[in-house]
């Protein structure tokens, strides 16, 4: 009911302004002041948790003056923190895979959420696509170097086709829908929301290849070597604060979906598709590790790579500062 | 608060909470429990998932059955682990995800499986892949694990930490609750009761100004109240009981009586002060003195039939005397005995007056009376009291000898039973008038043994001081012989003494007796006026006695002449009247002139000699009408109509009637024969 989540939300808003204002009264007295954190946003369902925790100040109340970036996809996300312009990216595991064949100057802080159906092959009902093996020898879009890239390949050899028998057209996430639509692609392999978007601008036209289970992609929040050092302060309340906006999406999942849709302007519809698919959890795992590695295999195996080796992805990781906040959350090896 | 309802709160509360923690304490074992078990199934999963991961290694490796066949065997402890209703997820969606990566396994090495005869490129890449998928499931089943079983251990361990709380809690809540009521006792039961006590017994000791001044609203409070409306009305009543005492005190003190009090043994205990000094005692004697010693020998043996009395219980009073330094002294003593509450005798009390001038001014007074008795009896008047119901309640002994009234019962009763009717009745009016308060006087004749008398009474009212009339004091003294003097009087006037006729002052009253019976009666009536023709010259040639002889022959033939219940009266001199009365003509009034004149025209005998002498007659007729004449009219009618006859010669009559006045008085008048 809307008074009960006007109320329960409200709540922690007060207690964020109270918190607030003896931060600021701290911060006058000490001359201090908010420190600023740039953060690097991909226009993603799984970014929501940094969504949270700007809209209901939790970053504020940590003390950070956190400036969301928007970016379209995590990849673009990633070279904002590569190129110094952004302190903190969200990015997928893939951009962090491709990365690291060729520099180690940043490292993963933490998996926000991880993904089971964030990422979808859409036919157009022109190229008369339907299932796996009728992709030998047609065009499909897709952004090189990002999950959506891993997704294909991996669903093209589980399904028994061999991915270079497929055209590859890399495209940018904005531009995949338009392609398929003109026709220069037969399929697209999209995430959300453009997915979404992609499906309901063809209406009819589109086909959705069933995919579920073939790829758990993990969202992350990276950062640059040289913010690892000097940053870890602001590192700590950062996930402090995304920790806290995770728990709201536990607890207050109605709302949660509210700003969602509101940051996205995503239908209710398409929210309800994706949302049983994610597991909003601030963890770093073993497994991301895992995943990175077969990712890396299969890059330097199917030729995406020049690399002869797959680097150490647990240089790549850097779990002090959620171990501050949580240890249990950390089960990598380090 | 009522002190019951907060000791009921404190019950409640304390129930509440032991049923709490006991709630509590359960949950807390139950959540441990399960928290428990489901750490040792994390454990369990995550060791089986280790030993899946080395399964997928090692079918990698060799692609043998025997490893396909275990990996299934431990892929399936592990999904039917996590199948179990019971595996509750204390984490939820860790579970889930660890639920959905499980089954999304089977089919990645089903198809692992399909490749095993398989050796071209892109078989190698497919295994490669799916390899990489099983071992990145494998590895994050591992992870869920270990995060299944890290929530576990932190549900369990808050399930702890929440049983430590209420375990120390409820001792603490407990503990607190108990000061609480020890210390609610302290303050609302027994600190006032402490208080209660303090003053109960103050006042135990006499002090009614105790006060508690309670205002709680509890029921000690209420009690407080009462207990200073009861200690204020005990005050208040002792002040009015003090009062009360030292008014009888001072009433007794002060009392113009010899009061005292003796217990049993007669020893006197309290003597006021008129007694203290009468009897020359000594506030320090009292409890020491016997009664014999105190009032003395004569006046004890009075007392001490009386003592024995009163100290049976029986209140006992009787009137003494002694003679006291020469003197006289009557008393009178009440004694009254003194019971405790059960009715027995402690001793008694006396109170003695001196009733001496009483007694004297009683004698006094009784010779007093004994004197006015003596005179009132003595003197030849009748003395009485009626009271104002009419009956006698004093009277003296002149109403024996006059009225013969038995004076040993008449008083006090009626006074008509008393004298008699006959003589009470014509008293009567006067008696009520005296009664009405006014003096009554009157006369009256009664009978007496010594014959009649005449008695003049005088009935004057008695008057009470608000004016009202208690009764009437009666004096009624003789006047018998007075009243036949005057009867003797009265005649001599009346009758003229020559000729024994009536004389003017009887006329005077007849005549209008005769005029009101003529107007009653509807007769007509006469005045005949006559007189001795030549008188003068008969008294100077015979002298006065052949007068008077003349006047007396004159007046007795006047009178043989008339009828008994006519009037003959003399005038003066010569002068003579006659009244006739039921006439029913004026023939009958000439008749009888006729007749006069006829019997005075025979000769009179004076001094041995014969004399004529004649009559002229004057007659005022009055016929019945409806205004009759007065007296002196007709008398003037008369005199005129003896005027005519005298003028037309003596010895004649002339009548004249009144009604007829009017025709120039005079009327038919005939001349009567003289023979």
């Not at chain 2, 990698?60 to 199948?83: E, M, V």
Request: net charge neutral; charged share 25%.
């Amino acid at each position: 009911m809307p008074s009960i989540s006007v109320r329960a939300a409200g709540a922690p808003h007060r207690f964020g302004l109270l918190a607030a204002f003896w931060l600021a009264l701290l911060c006058t007295t000490s001359a201090c002041a908010a420190e600023k954190l740039v953060l690097a946003v991909s226009r993603s369902p799984l970014s929501l948790p940094l969504y949270v925790a700007e809209e209901r100040r939790y970053l504020a109340e940590e003390g950070l003056e956190a400036v969301l970036v928007d970016c379209i996809g995590g990849h673009r996300c990633l070279r904002q923190v590569l190129e110094g312009r952004a302190d903190v990216a969200t990015a997928g595991e893939l951009p962090v895979v491709f990365n690291g064949f060729e520099r180690s100057d940043y490292a993963v802080l933490a998996t926000l959420v991880t993904a089971a159906d964030d990422v979808k092959l859409i036919a157009h009902a022109r190229s008369g696509i339907a299932r796996a093996r009728q992709l030998a020898g047609k065009r499909v879009g897709l952004t090189l170097g990002t999950a959506g890239h891993y997704f294909l390949d991996s669903f093209l050899l589980t399904a028994g086709v061999d991915p270079r028998s497929v055209s590859i057209v890399g495209l940018q996430p904005e531009q995949l829908l338009a392609a398929l639509q003109a026709g220069t692609v037969d399929a697209i392999v999209a995430w959300e929301p453009y997915a979404y978007e992609a499906t309901k601008a063809l209406g009819m036209q589109a086909t959705v290849l069933p995919s579920s289970g073939t790829y758990l992609q993990t969202f992350n929040l990276v950062s640059g070597r040289v913010q690892l050092q000097a940053r870890h302060d602001a590192l700590v309340r950062m996930l402090r604060a995304v920790e806290r906006a995770e728990r709201y999406i536990a607890e207050q999942p109605a709302q949660a979906q509210a700003i969602l849709r509101r940051r996205l302007q995503m239908e209710p519809a398409a929210v309800d598709a994706i949302w049983p698919g994610l597991s909003f959890r601030l963890r770093l795992d073993q497994s991301l590790i895992t995943t990175m590695e077969g990712e890396a295999r299969w890059a330097m195996r199917e030729g995406h790579v020049k690399a002869r080796s797959a680097p150490n992805f647990l240089l790549l990781v850097h779990a002090a500062p959620l171990h501050s906040v949580n240890p249990a959350a950390v089960s990598v090896a380090r | 608060m009522k002190i019951r309802t907060q000791l009921m709160a404190a019950v409640a509360f304390s129930a509440t909470v032991g049923v709490l923690a006991a709630i509590g304490v359960a949950g807390t074992v139950r959540d441990e429990d399960r928290a428990s078990d489901e750490q040792a199934r994390a454990q369990v999963t995550a060791h089986e998932v280790s030993g899946l991961l080395v399964l997928t290694q090692e079918y990698a490796r060799h692609a043998d059955d025997r490893a396909a066949q275990q990996w299934r065997l431990r892929h399936g402890a592990i999904a039917a682990t996590l199948a179990r209703d019971d595996v509750r997820a204390i984490a939820g969606p860790t579970l889930k995800e660890l639920r959905g990566v499980a089954q999304s396994m089977p089919p990645l090495f089903d198809r692992l499986e399909d490749l095993a005869g398989a050796d071209d490129d892109f078989a190698a890449r497919r295994k490669e892949v799916l390899l990489d998928q099983l071992l990145t499931s494998t590895q994050a089943m591992s992870d869920y694990a270990h995060q299944w079983y890290q929530e576990a251990a932190a549900a369990r361990q808050r399930a702890e930490t929440r049983f430590q709380v209420i375990a120390l809690a409820t001792p603490l809540v407990m503990l607190l609750l108990l000061t609480t009521v020890a210390w609610l006792v302290v303050r609302q039961v027994l600190r006032p009761m402490n208080r209660f006590v303090a003053a109960t017994a103050a006042v135990a000791d006499g002090d009614l100004s105790q006060r508690l001044g309670g205002h709680a609203e509890d029921e000690l409070g209420e009690l407080s109240r009462r207990f200073d409306h009861m200690t204020i009305a005990l005050a208040d009543s002792r002040e009015r009981q003090h009062r009360t005492e030292k008014q009888l005190r001072d009433i007794t003190e002060h009392l113009p009586a010899l009061v005292g009090q003796f217990d049993r043994e007669e020893r006197c205990l309290f003597a006021n002060r008129v007694a203290r000094n009468y009897l020359g005692l000594d506030a320090a004697q009292m409890g020491t003195l016997a009664f014999r010693n105190v009032v003395g020998e004569d006046s004890y043996a009075q007392h001490e039939p009386h003592i024995r009395r009163v100290l049976q219980g029986q209140p006992s009073h009787f009137e003494g005397h002694i003679v006291r330094k020469g003197r006289d002294v009557h008393f009178q003593v009440q004694l009254v005995p003194q019971l405790d509450d059960a009715g027995a005798v402690q001793g008694f009390y006396a109170m003695t007056f001196d009733v001496t001038a009483v007694r004297q001014a009683e004698l006094a007074r009784a010779r007093s009376e004994e004197r006015l008795r003596q005179i009132t009896d003595n003197l030849p008047v009748l003395i009485g009291y009626v009271d104002c119901e009419q009956r006698l309640l004093f009277a003296n002994a002149t109403y024996r000898d006059w009225l013969n009234v038995d004076m040993k019962t008449a008083l006090g009763r009626p006074m008509a039973e008393v004298v008699g009717e006959a003589v009470y009745a014509p008293r009567r009016p006067h008696v009520e008038r005296a009664l009405a308060g006014q003096r009554a006087e009157f006369e009256q004749e009664i009978v007496t043994p010594a014959g009649r008398r005449c008695v003049r009474s005088s009935f004057i009212p008695d008057f009470d001081a608000d004016g009202s009339v208690r009764g009437l004091y009666a004096l009624s003294t003789d006047v018998t012989v007075l009243k036949d003097t005057q009867r003797q009087l009265q005649a001599l006037a009346r009758y003229d003494t020559l000729t024994g006729l009536p004389n003017r002052l009887q006329y005077g009253e007849k005549l209008p007796e005769a005029l009101a019976r003529a107007e009653r009666s509807g007769h007509a009536i006469a005045l005949m006026f006559l007189d001795v023709d030549h008188f003068k010259s008969i008294n100077d040639s015979l002298g006065h006695a052949a007068g008077d002889a003349v006047l007396r022959e004159f007046a007795a033939r006047l009178k043989a002449c008339v009828r008994q219940t006519d009037t003959v009266a003399r005038l003066a001199g010569d002068e003579f009247v006659v009244i006739l009365e039921d006439l029913h003509d004026e023939s009958e009034a000439e008749a009888v002139a006729r007749k006069l004149l006829a019997r005075m025209a025979e000769p009179f005998q004076v001094a041995g000699r014969p004399v004529k002498v004649g009559s002229s007659i004057g007659i005022g007729y009055q016929p019945h009408t409806t205004g009759m004449a007065g007296g002196d009219a007709l008398l003037a009618l008369a005199d005129a109509a003896l005027y005519e006859a005298k003028s037309a010669g003596r010895n004649t009559f002339r009548l004249r009637d009144a009604d007829r006045r009017g025709e120039g008085g005079a009327r038919v008048s005939r001349l009567a024969p003289l023979s």
